[in-house]
């Protein structure tokens, strides 16, 4: 009796004291380190596709407006050869695709320096009343603060103020500026041709602050050859051949002197 108690007695603590278990997470736990590298890793792929989003929405942003920017300048070289934009069809379509470049690229230099352009050629076909002219210099100025040292944009700046007739102090730190820059451009060879001849001819007193600079440019500018035609051209055509002739030095322009067809004396 007293040993059947007893088994009873054993049989009930048993189920009340269950087996003790081992308990891993007791003895061994996840560093917080690991738990960031994971969120890490997770992280990566997410900013790899982020980054790569971006890179691809530049690219379409850029992309499009290089072809406004080459459908522009291409547009302006034929009003070029024309003397005056083409339509005014062709001058609004320039206009917009310009203005949808500097949206999708903005404050870029060329952009701006190409508005300016396209501003010049509305007033000179008479497409946009001459207060134009003060926006395309606004735009010209916006364009020279990132490329301070393109001489081209002083030259076109220059080029305004003659549009202008405004022949002040202004214009010549322009003129200075492109030709200190400009030694060896064919734009600023072409505009201190065209603007010191044209006011040689006219015995302009502003003549007299770019005399040097301009028989210079014209030296250079018929020695080059993306301005040679141009400028021979100009002289030709506008009756300067014999001043120009009188300006060059027998020895030293050999090959400006036959290309003017000059008579040695």
Known sequence: MDQGQSSQ???????????????????????????????RKRLLPLFILFIAFIGIVNAFRFGGASLDYYSVKNSISLWINKGTAQSQTSYESAKASINTANVLHHSNPLYLELDAQIKEWGVLSGFEADMGLQAAQASYLLASKSRPLWPVTWANLAMLKWRKQEFDDEMLSYLNRAHTLGLQKAEVHILFTQLGLSLYQANHPFYRSIREQTQTHIKKGIQANPSRNQIVAFIKDNGHHRTVCRWLDVNADEFAISMLGCQKA
């Open 9 to 39: 007695r054993r049989r009930r603590r048993s189920k009340k004291e269950p087996k003790p278990q081992f308990n891993l997470g007791k003895y061994f736990t996840v560093p917080t380190f690991l738990h960031e590298e994971v969120g």
